[in-house]
């Protein structure tokens, strides 16, 4: 089972809106869990401090490396098979390939930022990979570690309807997706196109793969140069 252990100062942000929808009823069936640890618990001193000024100055605080790494021997199991992720706006991009790969797999440790980060020092000293959502920043790693275990847990075996409705989706194949209508078949003046009432299959199939490589070109052409073919 897919099992998620989450480092945070705030753990009560959990599972927030992973409790909802598609990966609350998961979580409910049992398809995966879901544990937070508070690092306050092992923050130094009567007041618990977790963080301290930033050596060389500037503004701010740092997540301490003693205390994080406190909190992280004694929540996990020293032969623990997961990936650690600390989320970070320097790490590695967030992509549908890393998150089809973790869903496959028994699960994600993530460590959750927050002020200016954590000390340098408890990266390497305890195996921490550095993942982003995207070039901007957040005021803490929570809401990015909530993006990451959504975009995991639905891949999960038995998370969707049908198994097959994750394959066709954006960034799968190196593409965005196709454009999608229902009914009505006539709205405001616009028709669903006739393709797609047509009923021939592999017409159709063809018809959405012009569609996709032509969202991409316009929209993403980078995705273009690192499809996979
Ligand atoms: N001083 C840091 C930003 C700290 S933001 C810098 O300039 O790089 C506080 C915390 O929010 C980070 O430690 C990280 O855990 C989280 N965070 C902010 N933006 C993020 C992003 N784009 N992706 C993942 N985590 C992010």
Redesign the pocket.
Same mark, same amino acid.
């Given at each position: 089972m897919f099992r998620a252990t989450l480092f945070t100062l705030y753990p009560d942000m959990f599972p927030g809106p992973l409790g909802a929808s598609l990966s609350g009823d998961a979580l409910a069936r049992g398809l995966w869990s879901l544990e937070t640890i508070n690092i306050r618990e092992h923050g130094v001193g009567r007041h618990r401090a977790v963080d301290d000024t930033p050596a060389g100055g500037g503004p !701010?605080m740092v997540i301490r490396a003693d205390v994080l790494a406190a909190s992280l021997d004694a929540g996990l199991p020293a032969d623990d098979p997961r990936p650690r992720l600390?989320? &970070?706006? #320097? !790490?590695k991009p967030l992509t549908q390939a890393r998150a089809r790969e973790w869903s496959a797999g028994p699960g994600v440790v993530v460590v959750? !930022? #927050?002020?200016? !980060? %954590?000390d340098e020092r408890v990266i390497g000293a305890r195996g921490l990979e550095e =993942? &982003? =959502? @995207?070039?901007? %920043?957040? &005021? @803490? @790693?929570e809401i990015?570690a909530i993006v990451l275990l959504d975009a995991c847990v639905r891949l999960i075996p038995g998370v969707m309807g049908k198994t097959e409705s994750g394959a066709d989706e954006s960034f799968e194949g190196g593409l965005l997706e196709y454009p999608h209508y229902t009914r009505p078949r006539d709205w405001e003046g616009r028709a669903i196109p006739d393709v797609l009432l047509s009923g021939d299959h592999a017409r159709i199939a063809r018809w959405r793969r012009e569609q996709a490589e032509a969202i991409t070109r316009e929209r993403r052409p980078d995705l273009l140069k690192t499809r996979p073919s």
């Open positions: !701010g600390l989320m &970070s706006p #320097r !790490g959750c !930022g #927050r002020f200016e !980060g %954590v =993942i &982003s =959502i @995207g070039d901007y %920043v957040l &005021s @803490g @790693g990015a």
